[in-house]
């Protein structure tokens, strides 16, 4: 969990509620009860725990530290998919070892959001019972550790990257070799995140190609990846089911959750959002891809 | 038509025979039989003619003229969407004035490629009866000739544009904004091709969001964005209907024709296919893109 210092073209917005796991699980919450894990510190607001209740997400797992937020601040250029990252404060976020409450112990669904490989693997040590493992992560993980990074990867049912990360971890430019490719090294499940452009989704005998949905106002595209992460698994708990049927709906419901999340600034669409809201997206997708 | 000299990190290939009007003809011939307007040198081998007039490609409108054909040389980067010139010979293309023979002044569809709007212009008054017609351009064009170009575009029915294209025309950085734009400066129909992310195919009351086929063999682009368009076209010829439905069918079998095209170096594989191919190929799109 984190504020986020947004500067676009139109806006600055400063600190606004943010991270990963917030996007994540706001997405989810439309289709399961997300339990979350994260650290903020004492300057974190009241009113976001309120919305995560109000939302019925289970807090157990959220610690508050003395201390600030993790707080990061980035820019995006005229064209929204051109960011850069201004400042990075870590504050309570450095020395944050997850530790999972007792309650979270059984868990159909588990996912290892961006982190430290190493934390991840304590992490899935902590799990006794779970069906599906998902992870994601970012470029620092796989140059800086690669061993750890690799470990888990093989532990897990489900991966999730971005076209960048993908070409880093195998070395191959073309995106249909390079998730084929990580599906040899141990997950059932490959999604490749493409940005603007939409996912890609691999199993072990076929490709499923997603859209993204077709926006005409995106003002901040922060959290649309988190946000499709927690459409595409929240979805899956919901049905409990997980294979290539059920893997191209989640796909299609994580682009419908990534495209909320990028028409505001922060997490302002996704909290406000209602079921038949999402559905009549969902519908309005299909017309956009059927032939 | 023209000579593409062409190098890609693995291979140079001097002169493979190409050019717009070939490959969008080639993609066409497998739905229709094109009628094709164009210039080449005495140089141009013998065993093209051939193959078009295999192919049953009408070569009425084609001229010899005495002198070297157009010649392309472009270079390819890693990433086979990093394009750049190399070179430019005009030769016998710098003063074409194209000429329709009289069997070519009833067609069902024309097909403007990218040349100088003027002459597009030209060709349009040559033609007597026409059901729908589709124009190409560049972004010399839109720059250097905007009065010509959008006085075309007013009397065109489709418009086949790349991203940097409809950017410029419309100053929108939004796809779907630009598309959008375009259809208000004339055409009823706007198709947006977005390289390897596949299109975008708008209408009065529609968007279809066309994937492109995941090849793993991508060997050369060149004339990937043309055969699109001759799938596409080519399959509107054939069904003899231009509506909501036909234009999403046609952005598919555009899609698997230009996935073709990018296989092999120059029209290698386009020359090589059969009926049966492109079919299967249609069947497993619709397998990536089904959910």
Redesign the interface.
Known sequence: MAFDTIETPEARKEKLVGGSCTYCALAASFFTRPKIVAVVGEDFPEEAIELFRKRDIDLQGLKVSSGKTFHWEGRYG???NQRSTVKLEMNVFENFRPELPSAYKDTDILFLANIDPELQEDILRQVKNKKIVAMDTIDTWIKNKKPAFLRVLRKVDMFFANEEEARLLTEE??L??AG?KILSMGPSFVILK?GE??A?AFGKD????I??Y???G?VDPTGAGDSFAGGFLGYLDKVNRVDM?EI??A??FGSVMASFALEDFGIHRLASLSESIIQRRILDYK?????
């Open positions: 005229d064209d929204p430019i073309n249909i070799k084929k493409k452009h939409g890609l076929f490709v499923f190609g859209l993204p077709p926006c005409e995106v049927k191209r709906n796909g299609v017309k956009f891809t059927s032939f």
